[in-house]
């Protein structure tokens, strides 16, 4: 995958943009993964890699007409079929067409994810409009929030098998998703190796236990933050909002102005309060299931 150039002096509409390209750019570094695809096209764009879950295999950057679009998607479905692929997420945007493709994914069987997370990630909430897309300067952050935590709260990179099983048991805690959920992204990092992958994994703990995580990807000339999760029991402490600022204040440190995200609902108030604003986009996707 090129490096972009860093996106510098951008208007809303070009951040807006950058909250759903940065996500493209994660699946094209996933598809570099050992036997991993993607295949692009002016019409749609689809990726395909080992690792266990949904993330790993999706359809995304869909650009269809009304005419076409029947077509293509139940040509797309085939081809999932055809390599076997349990499950995929297809992902929708402000910037999708036709207007009315979450509705014809439905009809197919497709579920709203983000309309029926608590279902699936009982620690994620949104609305079946789609998450909100954020965006901030990242020279404008509230960089106190590092010092409103317990003082015996720490973040580091994972460096090892050990930071990456921990960052799997707060990524089962948090989000309350099936343990495979999670593993998928250990099994991703350690195929690619610690230390080598185009994100970076942060972990949180406190007096010594893992409590909060999260993903810096750099991606599309912007900085995002992905998997930002705390265990139940840490939460109302000012360490979900300090795991999810340190990572950009690093990508700052590497030269970038701007920071992405799609957030849950629960989660704009906090990154509202690290320098995040809503931006005019909405991010969806829909769950396609082979059986």
């Known amino acids: 995958m090129a490096t972009p150039t860093i996106l510098m002096n951008a208007t809303e509409s070009e951040l807006a943009q950058a909250v759903e390209e940065n996500l493209f750019d994660l699946f094209r570094a996933v598809s570099t993964l050992t036997g991993g695809q993607v295949i692009e096209t002016d019409r749609l764009c689809k990726h395909l ?7 790993f295999k999706g359809v995304w950057k869909t650009r269809l007409s009304e ?3 029947d077509a293509a998607i139940d040509e797309t479905l085939a081809w999932f079929r055809e390599q076997n ?12 067409t036709p207007g009315d493709l979450g509705e014809r994914l439905m009809a197919r069987g497709m579920l709203s994810y983000e309309a029926q997370q608590e279902t699936f990630a009982p620690g994620i909430r949104s609305t079946d409009v789609g998450a909100p897309g954020m965006v901030a300067d990242l020279h404008r952050m509230n960089e106190a929030i590092l010092t409103q935590t317990p003082p015996n709260f720490e973040i580091e990179i994972a460096q090892d098998q050990s930071a990456l099983d921990d960052f799997k048991r707060v990524f089962i805690e948090g989000y309350g998703v099936p343990e495979w959920a999670a593993q998928a992204w250990v099994d991703a990092t350690l195929a690619v190796g610690i230390g080598k992958t185009p994100w970076t994994i942060y972990v949180g703990r406190l007096d010594g236990e893992p409590v909060a995580i999260t993903m810096l990807f750099n991606g599309a000339g912007v900085a995002s933050v992905y998997a930002v999760a705390t265990s139940p029991a840490a939460r109302g402490k000012g360490i979900g909002a300090a795991i999810t600022l ?6 700052r440190d590497q030269g970038y102005h701007y920071g992405v995200l799609f957030a849950s609902e629960m989660g704009v108030p906090v990154y509202e309060r690290i320098g995040f604003r ?5 991010i969806n996707r829909y769950l396609w299931r082979s059986e």
Do not use: E, Q, V
């Open 67 to 69: 005419a076409n679009s």
């Open 278 to 282: 809503l931006a005019p986009i909405r």
């Open 49 to 55: 890699a080992f690792p266990g879950n949904p993330m």
């Open 246 to 251: 340190k990572p950009l204040l690093d990508a």
């Open 85 to 96: 692929t349990p499950f995929i997420f297809w992902w929708t945007s402000n910037f999708t």
